[in-house]
């Protein structure tokens, strides 16, 4: 049976999570708990482009098409997602694959296409904005990934513990609460509106409860401290969320919590750890990941202007800067009322 191409809705399609779960490139951000919760939470469309074969799913560029009074109509392969990175059997089914859904975006008067992650499919392959990746091996024993962490780190997660640090791991609607206190608290400090909380819940209804992830927190003096969200397929598991308050930041609390998660894969028989995607100018965040021991690798994000044919650079300005400095000093409820308006324009 020859190829078929297509675009079709992964929330609707027979066996989707079966056909990502059987491609070596499929990831947890191509499956349908993480379209679910892009769509029910931001209202967005999915137009997954695909190339299937006698069942078996070939190629694959999924897109959320994104329709907003501010933004515009344009394509995202992934809102939200670290990476999303397309495949194909070989370059020349993968840069058809991006050609279709450029033609689907003329139709559909997209400004844009926005991929993130892979190789660039357009003859300039030039990316728009370069992040970089962390993956950590954990096709070791607990005592070899422990000793390939940096001396500093290894006696954070020492000091933590016995400093009086405990840490629980859960998917329970508590944790979830709790985490997004933090959550709201460390955005603050960061200068951005956090994610409105009905995107969290609908990560802990689509994502959590399918026992594709869990919530790791940590308590100081019977209070809670720090707090993660991880997420995982396959044999992989990906770091997507972490937050703190100061208490947290001065026990140590990020790094043990940090190193339950990875032992719980490591004993869960996990191969990979991915820490997410780093702006490679935030030094702070970057050297932290680094302290685990893992490799870096770029993440180069590719957008392309449709009207004129042709791939954007993309770069933060001072407007960026100016409005940390404002999400910084506002009070968190009305920084919850920001975030929960703005974030389903921006993707």
Same mark, same amino acid.
């Given at each position: 049976?020859?190829?078929?191409?297509?675009?079709?809705?992964?929330?609707?399609?027979?066996?989707?999570?079966?056909?990502?779960?059987?491609?070596?490139?499929?990831?947890?951000?191509?499956?349908?708990?993480?379209?679910?919760?892009?769509?029910?939470?931001?209202?967005?469309?999915?137009?997954?482009?695909?190339?299937? @074969?006698?069942?078996?799913?070939?190629?694959?560029? *999924?897109?959320?098409?994104? =329709?907003?009074? #501010?933004? &515009?109509? $344009?394509?995202?392969?992934?809102?939200?997602?670290?990476?999303?990175?397309?495949?194909?059997?070989?370059?020349?089914?993968?840069?058809?694959?991006?050609?279709?859904?450029?033609?689907?975006?003329?139709?559909?008067?997209?400004?844009?296409? @926005?991929?993130?992650?892979?190789?660039?499919?357009? *003859?300039?392959?030039?990316? =728009?904005?370069? #992040?970089? &990746?962390? $993956?950590?091996?954990?096709?070791?024993?607990?005592?070899?990934?422990?000793?390939?962490?940096?001396?500093?780190?290894?006696?954070?997660?020492?000091?933590?513990?016995?400093?009086?640090?405990?840490?629980?791991?859960?998917?329970?609607?508590?944790?979830?609460?709790?985490?997004?206190?933090?959550?709201?608290?460390?955005?603050?400090?960061?200068?951005?509106?956090?994610?409105?909380?009905?995107?969290?819940?609908?990560?802990?209804?689509?994502?959590?409860?399918?026992?594709?992830?869990?919530?790791?927190?940590?308590?100081?003096?019977?209070?809670?401290?720090?707090?993660?969200?991880?997420?995982?397929?396959?044999?992989?598991?990906?770091?997507?969320?972490?937050?703190?308050?100061?208490?947290?930041?001065?026990?140590?609390?990020?790094?043990?919590?940090?190193?339950?998660?990875?032992?719980?894969?490591?004993?869960?028989?996990?191969?990979?750890?991915?820490?997410?995607?780093?702006?490679?100018?935030?030094?702070?965040?970057?050297?932290?990941?680094?302290?685990?021991?893992?490799?870096?690798?770029?993440?180069?994000?590719?957008?392309?202007?449709?009207?004129?044919?042709?791939?954007?650079?993309?770069?933060?300005?001072?407007?960026?800067?100016?409005?940390?400095?404002?999400?910084?000093?506002?009070?968190?409820?009305?920084?919850?009322?920001?975030?929960?308006?703005?974030?389903?324009?921006?993707?």
């Amino acid at each position: 049976m020859p190829p078929v191409s297509g675009t079709v809705n992964p929330l609707v399609e027979p066996g989707w999570d079966d056909m990502v779960a059987a491609h070596p490139a499929g990831s947890f951000f191509h499956t349908t708990p993480w379209a679910r919760v892009l769509v029910e939470s931001y209202g967005y469309r999915p137009v997954y482009f695909t190339v299937v @074969e006698n069942g078996t799913l070939q190629a694959l560029l *999924p897109v959320m098409e994104i =329709s907003s009074v #501010f933004t &515009g109509r $344009r394509g995202v392969s992934l809102p939200f997602s670290d990476y999303a990175d397309p495949f194909g059997a070989d370059e020349e089914r993968y840069r058809a694959l991006a050609s279709r859904a450029v033609q689907y975006g003329k139709e559909k008067r997209w400004s844009t296409l @926005e991929i993130r992650g892979g190789k660039c499919p357009w *003859p300039e392959r030039m990316s =728009s904005r370069e #992040f970089l &990746g962390h $993956r950590l091996d954990l096709a070791r024993s607990e005592k070899e990934v422990f000793s390939s962490f940096r001396t500093n780190m290894q006696r954070n997660i020492v000091r933590a513990g016995k400093d009086g640090v405990k840490v629980e791991i859960s998917d329970s609607t508590e944790f979830m609460e709790a985490y997004y206190r933090l959550h709201c608290i460390t955005r603050k400090d960061h200068g951005i509106p956090p994610q409105p909380l009905r995107f969290f819940r609908k990560v802990q209804e689509h994502v959590l409860r399918r026992g594709m992830g869990f919530i790791v927190l940590a308590t100081f003096r019977q209070a809670v401290v720090a707090g993660t969200v991880f997420f995982h397929h396959g044999r992989k598991a990906i770091y997507k969320y972490g937050a703190s308050n100061d208490a947290g930041k001065q026990c140590r609390a990020n790094n043990l919590v940090m190193w339950e998660a990875i032992r719980w894969y490591l004993r869960e028989g996990f191969t990979e750890f991915c820490f997410g995607r780093t702006e490679g100018e935030n030094k702070g965040l970057r050297e932290y990941k680094r302290g685990y021991g893992p490799q870096e690798y770029p993440l180069p994000y590719y957008k392309y202007d449709i009207a004129r044919n042709r791939s954007i650079d993309e770069s933060a300005g001072e407007a960026a800067g100016y409005l940390s400095r404002y999400y910084r000093k506002i009070p968190i409820p009305i920084s919850r009322v920001v975030g929960t308006l703005i974030y389903r324009h921006i993707g």
